[in-house]
């Protein structure tokens, strides 16, 4: 049997409120910003192991996704207009507090300058929606460990693309490539848009009325209820661990709004132990 290896993780630091009040006015420059501080703290993986994660801990394989799936299926479920005032609190640039960090472009952006028109960020499925036809009702359509601020044009050039490793840049890209088929993150974020996609799966089952969602080998899924590469999504995982800025976002989920946590932030290790 795969041993469960535990992972302790180190705390995030925790701004102050002075220090979020002396933050500068928003900047609409469309470049780049880090991500490695954080707004609030977060708590280590071990913290949830002999509470939330005790029916999981030791397992592998079925027994572990079922497991899982019990633990993160009770949460509290948000309409699809509440998810933008969300998504301006677990996507905070921790730079600058009036600003959005945007996934696949890394841009920095005005939380204002949220809607549907160009030089807008809106809100992008990361498994996408017509992969299962789940639409935007509530539940998979507006369970925010999947979904993210971007730019209204990117996420257009995502579409509903499969993730593997290739394609071209594109304006605005931060480093994230396309093809014909299949979408590229720029480096920063392959392991986050790995586990948002690892969590779906386990989280939606088939059970409650939504398509059973599953990650195969395949880029071209189209409307089928899977989302590939799988050995890619698990080399994403393995090369860019969980950072400060995926924790806070896991952790504000939690205790804020949904009330449950993505186990493969936590955990990165339960990718293999199940995949």
Avoid: C
């Amino acid at each position: 049997m795969l041993a469960i290896r535990i992972r302790r993780r180190k705390t995030a630091v925790l701004a102050t409120a002075a220090a979020l009040a002396g933050l500068a006015a928003p900047s609409l420059a469309a470049t780049p910003a880090t991500a490695t501080a954080t707004a609030t703290a977060t708590a280590t993986a071990t913290d949830y192991d002999s509470t939330y994660y005790e029916d999981a801990i030791g397992k592998t394989g079925t027994s572990l996704k079922s497991s899982l799936h019990a633990i993160i299926s009770d949460q509290t479920k948000l309409s699809y207009s509440a998810v933008w005032d969300a998504l301006k609190n677990t996507d905070q640039d921790p730079a600058d507090s009036g600003n959005v960090i945007l996934l696949y472009s890394g841009i920095s952006r005005s939380k204002s300058l949220n809607g549907g028109d160009t030089g807008d960020w809106n809100r992008e499925h990361v498994w996408a929606k017509s992969h299962g036809d789940f639409g935007t009702s509530t539940g998979p359509g507006t369970d925010i460990h999947h979904l993210r601020p971007e730019d209204v044009r990117v996420n257009g050039v995502r579409g509903n693309k499969d993730f593997d490793n290739g394609g071209s840049g594109f304006t605005d890209s931060g480093g994230s490539l396309t093809d014909s088929d299949s979408f590229e993150p720029r480096d920063a974020v392959k392991g986050d848009v790995a586990r948002m996609i690892f969590y779906m799966a386990v989280r939606y089952e088939g059970g409650d009325g939504w398509a059973d969602l599953e990650v195969n080998g395949s880029v071209d899924n189209g409307s089928s209820p899977y989302i590939g590469r799988l050995d890619v999504l698990k080399q994403w995982n393995d090369e860019d661990p969980p950072d400060a800025f995926e924790e806070r976002r896991n952790q504000v989920i939690h205790d804020s709004y949904q009330h449950n946590r993505n186990p493969f932030i936590d955990h990165p290790e339960w990718v293999e132990a199940i995949w």
